[in-house]
């Protein structure tokens, strides 16, 4: 199906952190009005009343005229077409108990690179499992993209992936402006298992930097993840993609390697002798590579793809192995 976007489409967002902030400013400035979900009631008075968010990327001033922030889901479903999901994956289910409202005529899109723990399954096989929705109304957001840098209308290319082309290109035309460049896709299974596993291994990357490997070795790990990447995507999905596409490698690298990476963060923490329970109460926000690795340990037991990166971060968060000595062991196999 061709879903109807139009000049008047209302998107709903779900989710009030960095990242859903960020994208509502870049719909805002492109004169979409969004009706916004905001369960946390400092945020929601700051949103009334001053027209930013207390909590995150507080600098953002937005214009209240395309913004209607309300604390029921449920107003948010009835009054849209796009529903923009940008909630950290450990919590979306508890967010979306509350809905009543039917999904069947919406269309659902994902700006979360997190996989739901206790069902192993991406957010839009989540919608499709959960809420029977085809694939055809269900697309994603993703790419190099730290909110941080998004608020600051730093340039940005991200990429829309949807089961048809024609809604992914209608769903870009809402967030393309001169700084958020938007390219399109219908790899919807690779581009969002990419998303998921880059967090893996920028946990792997942050263990390495805080164990005291240098750049040289550093670069080799991440080469390696980007080809434990493209092996786990090919062949679990076999499908006509380049993973280095920036989608897929840009997002790694960015994780990998930039300091707002909390992925990253959680790793070096654990690599600087913090235990993993410590390290988890340091991050201010979720590093969804966390619940990525176990989940990805699970999946995998379908696929059997050789994993030996994923596997290491797995052993360190979840086995308690040490980090020094799984790390060294690595070195010998890449």
């Given at each position: 199906?061709?879903?109807?976007?139009?000049?008047?489409?209302?998107?709903?967002?779900?989710?009030?952190?960095?990242?859903?902030?960020?994208?509502?400013?870049?719909?805002?400035?492109?004169?979409?009005?969004?009706?916004?979900?905001?369960?946390?009631?400092?945020?929601?008075?700051?949103?009334?009343?001053?027209?930013?968010?207390?909590?995150?990327?507080?600098?953002?001033?937005?214009?209240?005229?395309?913004?209607?922030?309300?604390?029921?889901?449920?107003?948010?479903?009835?009054?849209?077409?796009?529903?923009?999901?940008?909630?950290?994956?450990?919590?979306?289910?508890?967010?979306?108990?509350?809905?009543?409202?039917?999904?069947?005529?919406?269309?659902?899109?994902?700006?979360?690179?997190?996989?739901?723990?206790?069902?192993?399954?991406?957010?839009?096989?989540?919608?499709?499992?959960?809420?029977?929705?085809?694939?055809?109304?269900?697309?994603?957001?993703?790419?190099?993209?730290?909110?941080?840098?998004?608020?600051?209308?730093?340039?940005?290319?991200?990429?829309?992936?949807?089961?048809?082309?024609?809604?992914a290109h209608k769903i870009g035309e809402m967030f393309k402006s001169n700084t958020f460049?938007?390219?399109?896709?219908?790899?919807?299974?690779?581009?969002e298992y990419a998303a998921v596993l880059k967090n893996i291994y920028a946990i792997a990357?942050?263990?390495?930097?805080?164990?005291?490997?240098?750049?040289?070795?550093?670069?080799?790990?991440?080469?390696?993840?980007?080809?434990?990447?493209?092996?786990?995507?090919?062949?679990?999905?076999?499908?006509?993609?380049?993973?280095?596409?920036?989608?897929?490698?840009?997002?790694?690298?960015?994780?990998?390697?930039?300091?707002?990476?909390?992925?990253?963060?959680?790793?070096?923490?654990?690599?600087?002798?913090?235990?993993?329970?410590?390290a988890l109460n340091e991050m201010t926000m979720v590093a969804e590579g966390y619940y990525?690795?176990?989940?990805?340990?699970?999946?995998?037991?379908?696929?059997?793809?050789?994993?030996?990166?994923?596997?290491?971060?797995?052993?360190?968060?979840?086995?308690?192995?040490?980090?020094?000595?799984?790390?060294?062991?690595?070195?010998?196999?890449?």
């Amino acid at each position: 199906m061709a879903f109807n976007i139009t000049d008047n489409t209302k998107c709903g967002v779900i989710g009030y952190g960095s990242w859903a902030t960020a994208l509502v400013h870049t719909l805002v400035k492109n004169k979409v009005h969004v009706w916004w979900h905001i369960r946390n009631e400092e945020v929601m008075e700051s949103l009334l009343t001053e027209g930013y968010n207390a909590k995150y990327l507080s600098d953002i001033e937005f214009d209240k005229n395309y913004i209607t922030p309300v604390s029921d889901i449920n107003e948010v479903v009835k009054n849209t077409e796009v529903i923009l999901i940008a909630t950290p994956s450990a919590f979306l289910k508890n967010v979306m108990e509350d809905l009543t409202e039917s999904l069947e005529d919406k269309f659902i899109l994902s700006a979360t690179k997190g996989i739901i723990a206790d069902d192993y399954t991406t957010i839009t096989e989540y919608f499709n499992q959960t809420y029977n929705l085809p694939y055809a109304q269900l697309g994603l957001i993703s790419g190099p993209s730290h909110a941080e840098e998004v608020a600051l209308d730093r340039l940005s290319y991200l990429t829309v992936a949807c089961k048809e082309e024609e809604n992914a290109h209608k769903i870009g035309e809402m967030f393309k402006s001169n700084t958020f460049k938007v390219s399109y896709s219908t790899d919807i299974y690779g581009i969002e298992y990419a998303a998921v596993l880059k967090n893996i291994y920028a946990i792997a990357g942050g263990l390495a930097s805080g164990l005291g490997y240098g750049d040289n070795f550093r670069a080799v790990l991440t080469a390696a993840c980007s080809k434990e990447l493209t092996k786990f995507v090919n062949e679990s999905y076999p499908f006509e993609r380049d993973t280095m596409n920036s989608v897929y490698l840009g997002d790694l690298l960015v994780t990998s390697y930039s300091s707002f990476s909390r992925n990253r963060r959680l790793g070096q923490l654990i690599g600087h002798g913090h235990t993993v329970r410590s390290a988890l109460n340091e991050m201010t926000m979720v590093a969804e590579g966390y619940y990525a690795a176990a989940c990805i340990k699970k999946i995998n037991e379908k696929h059997d793809v050789s994993m030996p990166i994923a596997d290491m971060v797995y052993d360190v968060l979840y086995r308690r192995m040490s980090p020094r000595k799984r790390m060294k062991e690595l070195t010998a196999s890449l």
